[in-house]
């Protein structure tokens, strides 16, 4: 069979195995880009806002059903500790708990079976440090300013508004830009998704046991109904890790596509202006910023929380299209001649880029997975 978008040959199938282009009948140049089949989990739309497909994009379906419900079950216990004023309970376990997974998932993946989880810490270990830094410098000047009866004075919104965000994000990069200069083989576009992530989560658990701690010490007292307890540990156990893991991952990944330039033409897709950096860091300091503004100039628990979720949703839209285009763009041969097993649809598949079945970008799988049953060809299972 002839791909009509690369002009390669390919085993017939849903999915050209090399430029993973849609190849059914009713397929048309624009569908060819397949947003309705994300590269690193298929049965999704490229916008479709999935948290674990995101974050955890290594993932197959099973443990990204096992993981969805973790997440649930995590925030619900946490959510309870909250109502039940156990304070210090429910914020350390709000700042540990999306981290620890994070954490979990990569020993699981086994991503980097030579530098195990050392690279991985030590970016999640910078982007702590750096919070626990910026936290612990900023929080008096923020006190000073508060006036918790009569709102917050214009120095206040200025700085936890605008200069907080700003800075912790470029603080939030410089981890990965470590990796990205001096880790030159981890070159694909998800590790620079999984290092920008990390050093995000870092960063927030840090900051978010700092604030907890000053919140618990300091003179607003623990007063309010238990709803006021339990509903900023939603905010802070899920909604402010995933957006500083969102935003600093979208760089991140943008950063690491452009490595060694797209190349459009193999490629079902473009990056288009969302991919450009420039555009890509001023969309990540607007998610940061726009949601510590409202939060200042709204004040409102409930509020606070929706602002958190619509700016995580623009981070996790964002950052599922550059994954989805640089993904499609910079498929690679696996190179082990051998065949896998898709992880996404159960198909025994070729040592090529997609999976002719499903369309899953095989670079997108985890490494155990893309070596486990690799053999020599010809030597398939039935
Ligand atoms: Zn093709
Ligand atoms: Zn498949």
């Known amino acids: 069979m002839h791909c009509t978008h690369c002009g390669r040959e390919t085993p017939p199938g849903h999915y050209c195995v090399h430029c993973g282009a849609d190849l059914t009948e009713q397929a048309s140049a624009r569908t060819r880009a397949r947003r309705h ?3 690193a989990n298929p049965s999704e739309h490229v916008y479709h806002p999935g948290i674990v497909s995101t ?3 290594h993932f197959g379906p099973r443990r990204t059903q096992q993981m969805r ?3 649930l079950a995590g925030i619900t216990v946490i ?4 109502l039940g004023r156990i304070v210090p309970v429910a914020t350390v376990a709000a700042a540990l708990f999306v981290p ?3 954490l979990a998932y990569f020993y699981d993946v086994e991503l980097y079976e030579s530098e195990p989880l050392a690279v991985l810490g030590a970016t999640f270990a910078v982007g702590a440090l750096l919070g626990l830094g910026l936290s612990l410098s900023f929080a008096p000047i923020l006190q000073r300013y508060l006036r918790p009866l009569f709102g917050p004075r214009p120095e206040y919104v200025l700085l936890h508004g605008i200069a907080y965000p700003i800075l912790a994000q470029a603080l939030m990069l410089v981890g990965p830009l470590l990796l990205y200069f001096w880790r030159r083989r981890f070159d694909e576009v998800l590790d620079g998704l999984a290092f920008g992530a990390a050093s995000g989560l870092g960063f927030a658990a840090a900051q978010s046991i700092v604030l907890a701690w000053l919140l618990i010490t300091g003179p607003i007292q623990q007063a309010g109904p238990a709803s006021s307890w339990a509903i900023p540990t939603i905010r802070d156990s899920l909604f402010v890790p995933l957006l500083d893991a969102g935003t ?3 760089i991140c990944a943008a950063l690491w596509a452009h490595r060694h330039g797209l190349r459009p033409a193999a490629g079902a897709a473009r990056l288009g202006w969302l991919g450009a950096l420039p555009v890509v860091i001023a969309l990540a300091l607007l998610l940061q910023v726009a949601p510590a503004l409202a939060t ?4 409102g628990l409930i509020e606070s929380l929706v602002w958190y979720g619509l700016a995580l949703l623009g981070a996790l839209l964002l950052a599922r299209h550059v994954l989805h285009v640089a993904l499609l763009a910079r498929a690679r041969e696996l190179g082990h001649g051998g065949v896998v097993r898709c992880p996404h649809c ?3 598949v070729p040592d090529v880029p997609f999976c002719p079945h499903c369309g899953l970008a095989m670079r997108s799988i985890a490494k155990r997975a893309r070596t486990a049953r690799a053999e020599p060809a010809g030597g398939a299972e039935a």
């Open 296 to 299: 200042d100039l709204a004040r």
């Open 346 to 348: 159960g198909h025994e």
């Open 100 to 102: 620890l997974l994070y």
């Open 248 to 250: 600093t991952g979208l």
């Open 69 to 71: 419900w973790i997440l």
């Open 79 to 82: 959510f309870l500790i909250g």
């Open 37 to 39: 089949a994300f590269a």
């Open 55 to 57: 974050f955890f994009p």
